[in-house]
């Protein structure tokens, strides 16, 4: 991950206006970059740059990264037009202009990443990184060793490609029913539930675990923990080290 950005994207982060907006403002040379003017989309520029637009100085605001527990009977947006609760109604007002990173549906439980930061999120999310993602899924039935390879060899649910999990663990109970822990490096909707419904289970409950490097911690169903400073870099490192990665793979 990079602190260095678009001029465009930057003027648009720091004053909540659109790219096409923040283009016009480099384009009739009202931006300066450390006092000298910038007349080029091209041009980059960090967080340490000093940055103006019409003379006046503009900055990111600080990013905020929120690790939420998200329980059961929430959807993971804003609002909704069918008038189903949301995880905003548990969140602080301070929270309400923070995004998600991927979603939960409304069913399931566990950790949601709630931050600011739009370039991590698009990390977080996006296939080429693989960032991994652990679940412990309550199923009606009793899963096999057979069901194993099938996950890691893929399910067709639709998708352009098979859906894969790899499957960490899984435990049988007197009652019928199977905690199966699942990691995925893939996001397709609704994926874990479509796999086993292909399999002809039933699923119980479904809850994230991790995600990347975060977890839950002690956090109760509901609760929420901001990073520290300590935390963000391990979380950066983490990203940075998979970026990395991608671009070797990507080179061979």
């Keep these: 991950m990079s602190s260095e950005y678009r001029i465009n994207k930057y003027i648009a982060q720091c004053m909540g206006c659109s790219r096409r907006n923040a283009e016009q403002y480099v384009l009739d040379g009202k931006v300066k970059i450390n006092g000298i003017k910038v007349l080029e989309l091209s041009q980059k520029v960090t967080d340490r740059d000093k940055v103006t637009v019409c003379g006046k100085p503009v900055r990111k605001s600080k990013n ?3 690790v939420f527990y998200k329980p059961a009977g929430y959807i993971t947006t804003r609002k909704d037009d069918r008038g189903r609760k949301t995880i905003y109604d548990l969140l602080p007002e301070k929270f309400k202009d923070l995004k998600s990173a991927g979603r939960l549906d409304m069913d399931s439980s566990g950790l949601i990443l709630l931050t600011n930061d739009g370039d991590l999120i698009n990390i977080m999310i996006h296939p080429r990184y693989h960032i991994p993602k652990k679940y412990r899924v309550q199923i009606e039935g009793k899963f096999s060793v057979s069901d194993v390879k099938v996950f890691e060899d893929g399910v067709d649910i639709g998708e352009k490609q098979p859906a894969r ?12 029913q199977t905690s199966v822990i699942l990691e995925l490096h893939q996001g397709y909707n609704r994926q874990i539930r479509k ?19 975060l977890n839950l911690k002690n956090l109760k169903r509901g609760e929420f923990s901001i990073l520290k400073k300590k935390e963000i870099d391990k979380l950066f490192e983490y990203l940075n080290k998979r970026v990395r990665d991608a671009e070797k793979v990507e080179k061979l």
């Design 165 to 176: 999990a790899t499957v960490l663990e899984f435990v049988k109970d007197k009652s019928g």
């Design 195 to 213: 796999m086993m419904e292909k399999m002809g289970y039933k699923v119980i409950s479904l809850k994230r675990m991790t995600f990347g490097c």
């Design 64 to 66: 905020t990264y929120v």
